[in-house]
């Protein structure tokens, strides 16, 4: 062997090109573990998490003049990942129930007492579930997904 060393560029040329040809499928897994581990975390705080969401909820003053009565959560929970960042999210169907702010504008309005229909909002962030209490109303999680989809893609 007169050229040794062209062996070795060879080789490291070789490995370079496996690497790179490498990244993209183990990218995709390490995705896929990502998100089995969100929803299985989701569903194991599913319960404390609703709580949290109420808590929130009331305390963020919205929808202005109105108080959070109550919130049932639909069983079902649609996850999603943000085009952008890659962050998940998971949107669960509820129906709110509110009452009107004592001598508050909408003490009178007769449409305080109807049952909302909304998506509850739950984020996954560093490895953590966590919501803020926001709720997209009028939407049920697959009407929220297909209204955000250049934002959103359904994860399955």
Not at 105 to 126: C, I, Q, T, W
């Amino acid at each position: 062997m007169d050229h040794p060393w062209l062996v070795v560029a060879a080789l490291a040329v070789v490995g370079m090109i496996g690497a790179l040809l490498a990244v993209r499928p183990l990218r995709r897994f390490g995705r896929q573990v990502h998100w089995e581990r969100a929803c299985e975390a989701f569903r194991l705080q599913r319960d404390a998490l609703e709580a949290k969401f109420l808590v929130a909820a009331r305390a963020s003053g919205k929808p202005r003049g109105l108080l959070w009565k109550d919130c049932r959560f639909d069983h079902s929970a649609e996850f999603v990942r943000d085009k952008q960042n890659g962050d998940i999210a998971a949107l669960v169907g509820a129906t709110i129930a509110f009452e009107a702010v004592a001598g508050g504008d909408m003490e009178d309005n007769p449409n305080v007492g109807l049952l909302r229909n909304a998506s509850a909002v739950f984020y996954f962030h560093k490895g953590h579930w966590n919501t803020v209490g926001k709720a997209v109303f009028n939407m049920n999680p697959n009407e929220a997904i297909e209204h955000f989809k250049s934002q959103y893609e359904r994860v399955t």
